[in-house]
């Protein structure tokens, strides 16, 4: 779980918290990073669908994570 975490999240509180969840459990790990993996494709999903959801995520300290990957909470604009 670590890995995927580090791939989606970068290196920061995300992966720390990560790792100690694996290091006392592996499935409190497994069910952190499927969270992070849902709400980074969540929200990367929205903003190429040029919605946004303006209320950040519990527990996701990622900016990446938060905006989908997209910078600093930019957002693609919808074509019209």
């Not at 969840?21 to 669908?49: K, M, N, S």
């Amino acid at each position: 779980p670590p890995i995927g975490v580090y791939i989606v999240a970068g290196c920061g509180a995300d992966l720390l918290i990560n790792i100690c969840l694996t290091l006392l459990g592996y499935i409190p790990g497994h069910i952190h990073a499927f969270y992070l993996e849902y709400v980074y494709f969540d929200r990367r999903e929205q903003a190429r669908e040029g919605r946004f959801t303006a209320a950040r995520a519990p527990g996701v300290y990622s900016e990446r994570v938060q905006s989908g990957g997209n910078g600093y909470g930019t957002i693609v604009q919808p074509v019209q």
